[in-house]
């Protein structure tokens, strides 16, 4: 896991739009210095670090960072404009997505505390069937039928298509 922090101070814009042409999974919140809403959200955006470092270690795809709104009008490669601030989005250039953290239909709670920006993370990252292993890319393994389940099967009736297959071309 990467974590960027981007203010006038730091030279670490073009190090964002490298991520995003190579298609991470990038969360973003864009601050503006002095709001209040701001000041009560980058705390707890900051406290992902300590918990999700551990458990996504070696998962150099996701990408965390914070952006001074000064600062985010030079990332060259995001097309989107904050409309308010904090604004907090997910990005990934390579499925073409985007989609705010208020937006989010996942999410029951959208209450701007740690847990729900895990929660929030946590549902984009398994949304896209991939698992670290040893940092490999696999894809999610395929339950496959019991074989109590497969001698239930009435291929005279069969319930479903997948159980019509199974009838015609898997039975054996």
Not at 20 to 31: E, M, P, R, S, T
Not at 50 to 65: E, G, M, Q, R, S
Not at 125 to 140: P, S, Y
Request: charged letters at 30%; one cysteine or more.
């Amino acid at each position: 896991m990467i974590f960027i922090h981007i203010n006038s101070k730091s030279n670490n814009v073009s190090l964002l739009d490298k991520y995003i042409n190579q298609g991470k999974d990038i969360f973003v919140l864009v601050y503006m210095e002095g709001c209040g809403p701001c000041n009560a959200t980058r705390p707890e955006w900051k406290k992902i670090k300590n918990i999700l470092d551990k458990k996504y270690k070696n998962n150099n795809n996701i990408v965390v960072a914070d952006i001074d709104q000064e600062e985010f009008s030079k990332v060259t490669s995001i097309s989107y404009k904050p409309v308010g601030f904090p604004s907090l989005f997910y990005m990934n250039k390579k499925n073409n997505i985007h989609e705010n953290y208020e937006d989010c239909i996942e999410l029951k709670e959208k209450d701007r505390t740690v847990d729900s920006f895990i929660n929030w993370i946590e549902t984009k990252v398994k949304k896209n069937n991939i698992r670290q292993n040893g940092g490999k890319k696999t894809l999610k393994k395929r339950r496959r039928w019991s074989l109590k389940y497969k001698r239930s099967i009435n291929c005279k009736r069969p319930r479903g298509f997948s159980q019509k297959q199974y009838c015609k071309y898997g039975k054996k």
